[in-house]
């Protein structure tokens, strides 16, 4: 004989708020995007092409020179010609350049609306005005400031924008190609140096036990979606996350006592020590000579030929 409530039948209830799932699913999809990053851009590393067969050392330090040489690049035909550069680098070592932009174009945003934006008004950029904004019949006060009375959008704000953005793009597409192409040890240890050895060897750290974290992470939300039923009162639900945050740094803080003192039981002295060598072929003297090249013809490019034009 079955008892009567089982018999009865109730409707679901809604959950009053599903900001707490949209907070779990995020959380997860982020993080197994992070590790999916992470994975993609040591496969890139470890597959035959160009920029994947150089010294690491040398490859650093000729990305630097070429973003150095963007930073003196005032006209945009120069900058793009870099790109050119830039994209075929890319297909020559496997990398399609559809991938590339896809890496780089979120930049595009944020530095368009805090620099390019402004930029592009005649407020900031006084010039010959392409298209009206505003039009007042008295100037604008705004405190003690007094406005002009016409916002305009000027040729060589929009120039400059351009220019800003451009620059940006390629300098961060130099970067990506640099860190898809190198693995992250080997790319550390290219930039270690005496001075840099603090800063290097907290980057190594960090990298490596960014991956212990994320999974700790990734249990705890999972711990916590199979076990919810339905959404908390709001409260609780921030309550909960403020406390997984301090479980997250407690936990972190003594991840890192404990690695120290292994370390220090092991023989560490200050001093990593990695286990592959590096040493100069033809083909990073031949890179050497493309770049060195490809700089004083860009420098050339834009301060000889293209001097006289305004953009």
């Known amino acids: 004989m079955l008892p009567s409530w089982i018999a009865e039948t109730a409707s679901p209830r809604s959950p009053r708020s599903r900001g707490s799932a949209r907070f779990l699913d995020r959380t997860l999809r982020e993080s197994a995007r992070l590790v999916e990053d992470a994975v993609f851009a040591e496969r890139c590393a470890r597959q035959p092409g160009l920029l994947q067969s150089l010294n690491p050392r040398l490859k650093l330090l000729s990305v630097l020179a070429l973003l150095v040489a963007a930073t003196f690049l005032h006209h945009l ?55 009206v904004l505003y039009r007042a019949a008295e100037p604008p006060q705004l405190g003690p400031i ?61 990298y490596r036990y960014l991956f212990v974290l994320l999974r700790v992470v990734e249990n705890m939300h999972l711990g916590k979606r199979a076990r919810t039923i339905s959404p908390g009162p709001l409260a609780g639900e921030h309550r909960w996350i403020g406390g997984r945050i301090a479980f997250l740094f407690s936990r972190s803080r003594r991840l890192s006592e404990e690695v120290y003192q292994a370390m220090l039981a092991r023989g560490y002295l200050g001093e990593p020590r990695a286990l592959t060598a590096f040493s100069i072929g033809r083909l990073d003297a031949v890179w050497l000579l493309v770049c060195g090249v490809a700089v004083i013809a860009l420098l050339l490019l834009d301060r000889k030929f293209l001097g006289g034009l305004p953009w």
Not at 151 to 180: E, K, N
């Open 77 to 131: 035909p120069s900058l793009w010609a870099l790109a050119v550069f830039v994209i075929a680098c890319a297909t020559l070592s496997g990398i399609r350049a559809r991938l590339l932009f896809n890496r780089v174009w979120w930049f595009v945003p944020g530095v368009f609306v805090i620099v390019a934006l402004p930029a592009m008004l005649s407020w900031v950029t006084p010039g010959d005005p392409i298209a």
């Open 146 to 206: 007094h406005l002009p009375a016409e916002l305009t959008i000027t040729r060589q704000g929009l120039a400059s924008a351009l220019l800003v953005v451009t620059r940006l793009l390629v300098g961060v597409s130099l970067t990506l190609l640099l860190a898809l192409t190198t693995r992250w040890q080997d790319l550390l240890k290219a930039a270690y140096t005496t001075a840099t050895a603090p800063f290097v060897f907290t980057l190594a750290m960090m």
